[in-house]
């Protein structure tokens, strides 16, 4: 075992210098001659710099940045954050290695895994000294890092050693953490598969709560709500053909109910996984994954407010799939155990490779680059959007050339080839609808908005108080600018950018922009998406996703093909080996643990981090920037209460623990 060594400050790039707004930001109609060709000038010299790709390998087809540039690389405060998130997972894998080794199941010296330990404690040590010099607050809550970064005062030379050195850490932290072959094949060979084997993972980290209740009906009905994916629960208007449940099945379930009834009320909603059709379960070493696309039925009782599970059907066809439902029956109980589990599999990859990482970070990627093409520095939209970008290239990049690239976490993890998993991500990004999928819309179009009988939907709840906050930030910035409709569609950059957006971006349904109030609704989504729509799908993969008999990638049994029988062997023989879980663990708590820049806290993320708007007519008191704050502290304080009342809280889309932009 061998980890990479730490790059010194003569590696490190020069600093860059801050690019902030106007203070009086100007729409090009509205400017001289001159200054329209300065406009035009700086256009120029930014699209040299962002430009269109279709040509990267792991994901084929897709209009993406060419290069990542030096300005979206990440800042030292973001690198310090996430050094003492990586602290934990390595010492944490390092711990289980440990315990592997005093097993027997590893024969590497137990003495390499102490001294990586040893280098733990020096990568803090040395981490903290560069938090102290740069005068980051490293630790506490993400406001105190934010005054931080403004206070951070450091020379330039220093600054580039600072990056050198955290770069090389993080580097190091991951291979300690990294599961090679030869200690995948050992890990857990000795171990008798058990939940209590997947909870002694987090060894030295807090195991998730969703690691005691994941098998219980209630939970993995709150799953459709309050998870990860709480965007596929859907209304049912009539009964599926091919899931044929029966009056009598659905009786069994629901007490007191009718399946016709409960049809009519409008108390039936139903997951359906048909879209993972176009994956081609792989395998990993000599063993197959397996993942299905199931159907699961829930509904609200009468006089109800929250989901019941009624019924699983484990793929599309009826003929060959029975309908298993919740039964007391000894006999069944671990068939229902096993189809909720197929679900989980099921929602697993349609969360990573579809309302994560194409419906957030691909769309978002499209406008960034959109953005920094066409329009001006000077212009009012380049100063709203441009920190909801802040990141974004940088950590996609990362994630194609590691993350969803061959032998990554996405090829050992999740189900598909790893061919596959690629084009389902860009066929999904190509087909995400702009304007239906904006938070309203989709609500209503799903049956699910607050007129519904599902009452008890905490991320819809949530998600309108923040969508309301930002609109109101949207409609008074973008009224300030503009002053009627005719100001919007005399905007040249503006339809420029709406032209590149729905050419060579194929951001499908995207339209001409001819009114304030579609223009208001447009950087709703954009800021919405880029913030607290990430949130809620990013952060739950820690608390939630990195237990893996909670939810993972990939079955490694077969889906059961009756419900009487099934042995809880059976079942845990369909749950990751545990290597692989590890490896889940690892990716999962990163992923979901690093909160960098609230909403609605704007600074520069070129070193030194001033503030970032320059107008004073939208900082003054009471004006639009000061308004939106203070509507997100009145979200922040709703959602609280809300809580407080809720039997679990639901904490994903609190405005404090909502980033600005996706930059993990």
């Given amino acids: 075992m061998s980890f ?50 279709t040509d990267i390998a792991t994901l084929p087809g897709l209009p993406l940045a060419a290069t990542v540039p030096p300005s979206n690389e990440p800042t030292i405060p973001w690198g310090i954050t996430l050094i003492g998130i990586l602290l934990g ?29 040893a280098q733990c404690d020096a990568i803090e040590a040395s981490t903290a000294k560069i938090a102290a010099q740069h005068g980051v607050h490293n630790g506490g809550n993400i406001f105190e890092r934010v005054i931080g970064d403004v206070e951070a005062a450091v020379e330039a030379a220093e600054h580039d050693m600072h990056v050198a050195l955290l770069k090389g850490y993080r580097n190091a932290l991951k291979d300690m953490a990294a599961v090679s072959e030869h200690e995948a094949a050992g890990l857990g060979s000795s171990t008798p598969r058990s939940i209590d084997a997947y909870r002694a993972l987090f060894d030295t980290l ?42 009598t099945q659905y009786a069994a379930v629901v007490n007191g109910d009718n399946l016709f009834d409960a049809l009519l009320a409008g108390r039936l909603f139903m997951l359906d996984y048909q879209e993972l059709s176009v994956l081609t379960a792989g395998t990993y070493g000599s063993d197959r994954k397996y993942v299905t696309q199931p159907m699961a039925l829930f509904a609200v ?65 499209a406008f960034a680059v959109a953005t920094h093409r066409h329009l001006a520095e000077v212009h009012p939209l380049w100063a709203l959007l441009v920190p909801h970008f802040e990141g974004t290239l940088f950590i996609n990049n990362q994630a194609a050339t590691s993350l969803i690239a061959a032998g990554g976490p996405i090829d050992h993890i999740f189900a598909g080839t790893i061919t596959t998993s690629q084009l389902a991500a860009v066929d999904d990004r190509l087909a995400f609808d702009f304007y239906g999928k904006m938070l309203p819309a989709d609500l209503i179009a799903r049956g699910v908005d607050q007129s519904s009988m599902l009452t008890d939907y905490p991320y819809r709840d949530d998600a309108l108080l923040v969508w309301g906050a930002i609109h109101g930030w949207a409609k008074a910035y973008v009224e300030h600018y503009y002053a009627n409709d005719a100001a919007v569609t005399g905007d040249t950059e503006l339809t420029a950018w709406t032209a590149t957006l729905a050419g ?85 708590v990163l992923l979901g643990s690093l909160y960098y820049r609230p909403l609605g806290q704007y600074y520069s993320n070129a070193y030194p981090y001033p503030t970032w708007f320059q107008d004073p007519a939208i900082t003054v008191a009471g004006g639009p920037l000061p308004s939106f704050q203070a509507a997100l502290v009145s979200v922040e304080a709703e959602i609280v209460t809300r809580n407080a009342e809720r039997m679990q809280p639901y904490t994903y889309l609190q405005p404090s623990l909502i980033p600005t932009s996706i930059n993990i």
């Fill in 206 to 247: 807090p195991v998730p709560g969703i690691a005691y209740t994941f098998q219980e009906d209630d939970e993995f009905a709150r799953l459709r709500v309050a998870g990860p994916n709480n965007m596929l629960i859907t209304r049912l208007l009539a009964i599926p053909a091919n899931f044929p449940i029966t009056e």
């Fill in 301 to 365: 009782p009468p006089g109800g407010a929250s989901l019941v599970p009624v019924a699983i059907q484990c793929g599309q066809e009826s003929a060959s799939n029975p309908i298993f439902t919740p039964s007391v029956a000894a006999a069944d109980q671990w068939g229902w155990q096993m189809a909720k589990l197929v679900v989980q599999v099921a929602d697993g990859n349609y969360h990573e490779l579809f309302t994560h990482l194409a419906r957030t970070h691909l769309v978002m990627e």
């Fill in 89 to 117: 997972i390595a010492r944490n894998a390092l711990s289980v290695k440990i315990g592997g080794v005093d097993k027997g199941e590893l024969d590497t010296p137990r003495a390499e895994y102490e001294a990586a330990l």
């Fill in 504 to 588: 060579e971006a194929q951001i499908k349904g995207f339209c001409a922009i001819a009114t304030r109030a579609q223009l208001v609704d447009i950087c709703t989504m954009l800021m919405f998406t880029a913030s607290a729509q990430h949130a809620a799908v990013n952060f739950p993969q820690k608390s939630i996703m990195a237990f893996a008999p909670a939810v993972t990638g990939a079955a490694w049994q077969p889906a059961p093909s009756a419900q009487s029988g099934q042995t809880k062997s059976e079942w845990l023989a369909t749950m990751p080996p545990m290597a692989l879980a590890l490896e889940q663990l690892n990716t999962l």
């Fill in 4 to 53: 990479q060594s730490v790059p010194t400050a003569a590696s490190a790039s020069s600093i860059a210098l801050a690019t902030l707004p106007s203070a009086s930001p100007s729409l090009p109609q509205n400017d001289t001659s001159a200054q329209q060709a300065a406009r035009a000038a700086q256009l120029v010299a930014s699209r040299g710099v962002y430009t269109w790709t």
